[in-house]
């Protein structure tokens, strides 16, 4: 089943390329001109916040620094308007966790997006917000490094979250000042999987090869204002598949596929309700539930289904959106987990309404699986 979710992504990326490939020129060539281009260099003093008593262990003093390529917009999209000119960047971290044989290092690469809280003449607040991967140079092993108890997975998914202050100092540089948390987390491919949780403070100087504080928003022309305040319903759906490992004394690996339904309510160019229904094929609750673990698997399609009602909200920057969502199991015959449960990710319109993405599903901050889904969208006229 490992193989088959494979060739399913293999396939969605092959996808996502063919759509893109003509767009792909006329991108980077927007990305190059339309805006400001710079580059920053931050440290991050921090601590590894040991949340859970299964790792307490981790706790310790560690540094971060970043690499960061920016682009502040220049409105030359009406969403870059609707955002007041937000900046988009890529991170490249380096973390060091400050226990070597413990916890080792990070390695990181974070795509970001910076929403505009206040702007001055010479100074921005905002919030940084960003998703990638992470590797890390140590995890559990059962010989080698049986103390860590936090991370079963060389390779992670890195979150980012910061309150980011800039404020012009000379010409094209700016000082760059913060406070936010990263988060490591493989969600449950491999376990244990408790997470590394960074809160640090971060200070630096960017550098842009033009003034970038030279800019004023932008009016939106009427048709994108007329989009903007146009309210309408809408429909989606998307089928998933996820991969994870689950047990207590004896670890089993599992794949998990999703069907999910959503009513979607436009109401403005950002901002999108949802409601629906999810389905989940996920043999994992029965072989939690079953004490017997030479038979773990059950053949009965009801003791593998779970199904529930879901709230979200999807925010839109582009082609681009973020989906957070809100569900209650209405049927689940092995409650081994909790009622409630939380998805969080990213999206991304590929061509005419397809889109692929990827989101995390939790149950209270406790990682169940990271999907990769492929869906269709529309709107009523």
Not at 53 to 58: E, P, R, S, W, Y
Not at 200 to 219: C, E, M, T
Not at 251 to 274: A, E, G, I
């Amino acid at each position: 089943m490992l193989k088959l979710g494979g060739i399913i992504l293999l396939i969605i990326i092959r996808i996502m390329s063919v759509a893109k490939a003509q767009d792909s020129t006329r991108f980077l060539y927007r990305f190059m001109h339309d805006g400001h281009l710079g580059i920053a260099v931050n440290d991050l003093p921090g601590f590894i916040w040991a949340h859970s008593d299964k790792n307490k262990n981790i706790y310790g003093p560690g540094n971060s620094f970043e690499l960061q390529f920016i682009k502040k917009t220049s409105g030359t999209s009406a969403w870059e308007i609707k955002y007041k000119l937000p900046r988009i960047s890529v991170s490249f971290l380096y973390s060091d966790f400050g226990k070597p044989n413990l916890t080792g290092k990070a390695y990181s690469i974070i795509p970001q997006f910076e929403f505009g809280i206040i702007r001055k003449p010479h100074a921005e607040l905002n919030f940084k917000l960003g998703t990638g991967l992470g590797y890390l140079t140590k995890i559990f092993d059962a010989q080698d490094n049986y103390k860590n108890t936090t991370i079963g997975s060389p390779l992670n998914l890195a979150f980012q979250a910061m309150l980011v202050y800039h404020h012009r100092i000379y010409k094209n540089i700016e000082l760059n000042a913060g406070f936010g948390l990263m988060h490591f987390s493989c969600g449950n491919i491999r376990l244990p999987n408790l997470g590394i949780n960074y809160p640090s403070a971060s200070v630096g100087f960017s550098y842009f090869l033009s003034n970038p504080y030279q800019r004023q928003i932008p009016k939106m022309d009427s048709i994108h204002q007329k989009m903007d305040t146009l309210k309408k319903w809408g429909y989606y759906f998307f089928g998933g598949w996820a991969y994870k490992e689950q047990g207590n004394e004896r670890f089993r690996r599992f794949d998990v596929f999703t069907l999910s339904s959503n009513l979607q309510y436009k109401v403005s160019m950002r901002s999108t309700w949802l409601t629906g229904v999810d389905v989940f094929y996920d043999k994992s609750y029965f072989y939690l539930s079953t004490p017997d673990l030479q038979n773990y698997t059950s053949t009965r399609i009801k003791d593998n289904i779970q199904a529930a009602v879901t709230v979200g909200h999807e925010l839109k920057a582009g082609r681009v959106s973020m989906i957070t969502q809100l569900g209650v199991y209405a049927y689940y015959p092995h409650k081994v987990k909790k009622a409630i449960y939380q998805r969080i990710g990213l999206k991304t319109e590929v061509y005419k309404g397809f889109f692929i993405g990827s989101f995390l599903k939790t149950h209270f901050m406790q990682a169940d699986f990271v999907e990769w889904v492929a869906g269709y969208q529309f709107y009523h006229k």
